[in-house]
T-cell receptor
C-alpha cells in the first residue's frame, strides 16, 4: 500500500526556469509533509515542510503547496539552478507510534544549463 | 555543525558474513530511526528507539537484523549472515519528541552496504 506516491521518476528543466515536483497521498490522517533532497551516496537532506493547516509554505526559492481536498502537494523551485539536480522525496509522518516517515519513490530532477 | 553521523560510509562484505553499522544522532534528540533505501525507492522504515528503548520494528527487519541503543545515545545495527538482498543504503535519522515544529527527522549520510 503506497501511501505516498511520486508518479514522475524524472524531470528535466532548463536552468532559470521553474521546477515543479508533484506528490500524492492516500492517507487522510497525514497532517504534516516534508520534502527531502538527496544527492548520490549521501543521506536525504531536509528541504522544506508544510503543516496541514496551511496551503502554502515558502522558503527562498522553494515553495510547497498543499491541496488537502485533492490529497496533493507540490514543490516549486524558482529559479532552478544546476545545484538543484538531485532526487527529491516527499514524505509524511504516521501519526501513531513511532511517527515514522512514509516516503514516495522520489523524482530525479536534472537542471540543464 | 553536529549533525547525524554514520560509520562506516561504505561496507563491502561477502555473503554469510556479519556486519555492524553505527549511528550517532544529534545530541539532544531522543528519537532515533533506522531506514533502508534500495535503488529507485524511497527510504523504508526498519526500527525506532526512544532513548534506549526499541519501541517498534518493521516486518522488513528479519531475525538476522538486530539493533541496539544501549545508553540512549549512539545506536548500532547488526546484520548476521548477510545475503545479497541486504545490499542497500542504511540510513539513520534522529528527532526530538515534541510538537509539530519538531517533527522533522534529520538524516545521516548513510552506510552503503554491498554484499558479494
Amino acid at each position: 500500500d503506497q501511501q505516498v506516491k511520486q508518479n514522475s521518476p524524472s524531470l528535466s528543466v532548463q536552468e532559470g526556469r521553474i521546477s515543479i515536483l508533484n506528490c500524492d497521498y492516500t492517507n487522510s490522517m497525514f497532517d504534516y509533509f516534508l520534502w527531502y533532497k538527496k544527492y548520490p551516496a549521501e543521506g536525504p537532506t531536509f528541504l522544506i515542510s508544510i503543516s496541514s493547516i496551511k496551503d502554502k509554505n515558502e522558503d527562498g526559492r522553494f515553495t510547497v503547496f498543499l491541496n488537502k481536498s485533492a490529497k496533493h502537494l507540490s514543490l516549486h523551485i524558482v529559479p532552478s539552478q544546476p545545484g538543484d539536480s538531485a532526487v527529491y522525496f516527499c514524505a509524511a509522518p504516521l501519526l501513531q507510534g513511532a511517527q515514522k516517515l512514509v516516503f514516495g519513490q522520489g523524482t530525479r530532477l536534472t537542471i540543464n544549463p | 555543525d553536529t549533525g547525524v553521523s554514520q560509520d562506516p560510509r561504505h561496507k563491502i562484505t561477502k555473503r554469510g558474513q556479519n556486519v555492524t553499522f553505527r549511528c550517532d544522532p544529534i545530541s539532544e534528540h531522543n528519537r532515533l530511526y533506522w531506514y533502508r533505501q534500495t535503488l529507485g525507492q524511497g527510504p523504508e522504515f526498519l526500527t525506532y528507539f526512544q532513548n534506549e528503548a526499541q519501541l517498534e520494528k518493521s516486518r522488513l527487519l528479519s531475525d538476522r537484523f538486530s539493533a541496539e541503543r544501549p545508553k540512549g545515545s549512539f545506536s548500532t545495527l547488526e546484520i548476521q549472515r548477510t545475503e545479497q538482498g541486504d545490499s542497500a543504503m542504511y540510513l539513520c535519522a534522529s528527532r526530538r519528541t515534541g510538537g509539530p515544529s519538531t517533527d522533522t527527522q534529520y538524516f545521516g549520510p548513510g552506510t552503503r552496504l554491498t554484499v558479494l
